[in-house]
């Protein structure tokens, strides 16, 4: 599967952004998904994952209750909405996938993961 995130920019502090991340070549319900990112200066992280079909989600704590994952898989695409965004979010976004499903999602971590999008940048300015 090749995976195309897009939907970065630069935005305010307290301001919104839509990630998206398109799969082609194969089915993204295939795949639970999830969304890393990495800051200068600093090791890639996860920030959410998800399910095959959606009906599990995880997040890191930093960003709970700001960030939503979802995804949609009759249109081959997972999306990462981002609001009360703060400058420590900024960071370079990387939407992967996993093939299979997670027993747990909380276990989900890069080394898991099997294919990759090319990174998305989102600046947030303070």
């Known amino acids: 599967v090749q995976l195309q995130a897009s939907g970065g920019g630069l935005v305010q502090a307290g301001g919104s952004l839509r990630l998206s991340c398109a799969a082609s070549?194969?089915?993204?319900?295939?795949?639970?998904m999830g969304w890393f990112r990495q800051a200068p200066g600093k090791e890639r992280e996860v920030v959410a994952g998800?399910?095959?079909?959606?009906?599990?989600?995880y997040y890191v704590d930093s960003v709970k209750g700001r960030f939503t994952i979802s995804r949609a898989n009759a249109a081959n695409t997972m999306y990462l909405q981002m609001n009360s965004l703060k400058a420590e979010d900024t960071a370079v976004y990387y939407c992967?996938?996993?093939?299979?499903?997670?027993?747990?999602?909380?276990?989900?971590?890069?080394?898991?993961?099997?294919?990759w999008g090319q990174g998305t940048l989102v600046t947030v300015s303070s």
């Open positions: 998800i399910s095959r079909s959606g009906g599990s989600t």
């Open positions: 070549g194969r089915a993204l319900s295939s795949y639970a």
């Open positions: 992967a996938g996993h093939l299979g499903d997670y027993n747990h999602l909380a276990n989900i971590d890069q080394r898991g993961m099997n294919y």
